[in-house]
Structure formats: C-alpha cells, structure tokens
C-alpha cells in the first residue's frame, strides 16, 4: 500500500521560512515526478513545485525564486523548502508522486497546513 507523509507545516510571520517534507513507501514501480499542490481556503487545488527524471524542476510562477524543490530518490523523500513567505502562500500542501509510463499513477499525501501570518 502507498503512504505518503507529509512533515514540516505550521505558523509563520511574513517574510519567514518553512521547510516541508514528504516520505514515500510502498512504492513498487518508480515514479517520475514528485512534488506539491497547495489549496487555500475556497480555492482549487493549485500547482506549486515539482522533480521530475533527471533532476528537472518546475515551479508555478508565484513562487519562483522563493520556493526550492529536492528530490532524493534512494529515500523517496520529496522537499520543499519555502522562504520569503507570504500571506497569500497559506494553505494545505500536499504532496504527490506520479508515474507516467504504464502502470501509470499518482499518489498524494495527506496534506500539511502552512499558514503566514503578516
């Protein structure tokens, strides 16, 4: 059974950082993307971060820059460390695992709240 775990949420000023971790298990056909959506209240779910094969990274304009997405596939573990926050970042992250190639799938983790405070 896949678990993703999701670690590293909490309250923090304007300005400040945070650094959010995820764990993968039971994984048994390797991914090729991990990263995070975040939803804020009466939002959609949104984009944040993402590795994909071969290191790549992407990042949802907003917070380009300020956000940094690591990736450590001997741990399937999947970071993001947040910096420069700002009140408009506040939400529930959640981490997700993707396969593309068959057998195709994603996973997503339970979620972790991040709120800023101005």
């Known amino acids: 059974q896949v678990q993703l775990v999701e670690s590293g949420g909490g309250l923090v000023q304007a300005g400040g950082s945070l650094r959010l971790s995820c764990v993968a298990s039971?994984?048994?056909?390797?991914?090729?993307?991990m990263g995070w959506y975040r939803q804020a209240p009466g939002k959609e779910r949104e984009f944040v971060a993402m590795?994909?094969?071969?290191?790549?990274?992407y990042y949802e304009d907003s917070v380009r820059g300020r956000f940094t997405v690591a990736r450590d596939n001997a741990k399937n573990t999947v970071d993001l460390q947040m910096d420069t926050l700002k009140p408009e970042d506040t939400a529930v992250y959640y981490c997700?695992?993707?396969?593309?190639?068959?057998?195709?799938?994603?996973?997503w983790g339970q979620g972790t709240q991040v709120t800023v405070s101005s």
């Open positions: 997700f695992v993707e396969r593309v190639a068959a057998p195709s799938y994603r996973y």
């Open positions: 039971g994984i048994t056909f390797s991914c090729n993307r």
């Open positions: 590795s994909g094969s071969g290191d790549y990274t």
